[in-house]
């Protein structure tokens, strides 16, 4: 299949520390994968991974592929340059096969390998995208990416005033974006059933998160 023509060279210098997660949202991965190659869509990904975890690499991943849009990490923008995107067949609501997410551990500790980037540096479209995106969704697995080393979740955490939990999410990197929005993002990836006000137990998990994983990236730029 053909690669992608939807790409351009990485801004200032910058080399892949982020991978970011996403979801299709299209009927198809053969749908996903002719958007991805449209030039009149202005869309890429570094890889598309199929249902049966058939990968397709469409973006060289030293080249600056068209996935993340606007947003924020670890208070840096122009996510485009500073990450690989990895696109998943996944109409936003299913289960992820155990094939595709078995191609997808392969993937990531390669690409983890290739650019040194930690676990940490693995996130959703959702987590630097607060209140625009929600991809990879609640029925992806980012604990089962946690105990194979490929991202982090928070281990042991106690309860903490909640007062205390947007400072902790930006600490650990979300951005800077209104609290509703902040909340959303934080409980689809860490706790996809919880409902309600922030609690102590969201903010005894970002606590956690926040001493153990945050990434200065702006020393990498320096």
């Known amino acids: 299949m053909p690669l992608s023509p939807n790409?351009?060279?990485r801004?200032?210098?910058l080399r892949p520390s982020l991978i970011v997660i996403h979801y299709t949202a299209i009927e198809s991965?053969?749908?996903?994968h002719a958007r991805l190659c449209d030039p009149v869509a202005e869309v890429s990904a570094h890889y598309l991974l199929d249902y049966d975890g058939t990968t397709h690499a469409l973006v060289e991943e030293a080249a600056r592929a068209w996935h993340a849009g606007a947003g924020q990490w670890c208070g840096l923008d122009d996510i485009n340059s500073r990450s690989i995107g990895i696109e998943l067949a996944n109409d936003g609501f299913e289960p992820f096969p155990e094939p595709q997410m078995a191609a997808l551990e392969g993937l990531l500790a390669g690409i983890m390998a290739r650019w040194l980037i930690p676990p940490q540096g693995v996130i959703g479209h959702s987590d630097m995208a607060p209140g625009r995106k929600s991809d990879p969704g609640a029925r992806f697995d980012w604990a089962r990416l946690a105990r194979a080393?490929?991202?982090?979740?928070p281990e042991g955490a106690s309860e903490a005033d909640p007062a205390g939990f947007a400072g902790f999410a930006r600490r650990f990197g979300y951005p800077d974006v209104p609290a509703d929005d902040l909340l959303a993002a934080f409980r689809l990836r860490f706790r996809p059933a919880a409902t309600g006000p922030v609690d102590p137990i969201d903010a005894g998990l970002a606590q956690d998160l926040a001493a153990r994983f945050a990434i200065d990236h702006r020393a990498k730029d320096a």
């Open 11 to 13: 801004r200032n210098g």
């Open 149 to 153: 080393g490929l991202a982090v979740w």
């Open 29 to 32: 991965c053969a749908a996903a």
């Open 7 to 9: 790409f351009g060279v």
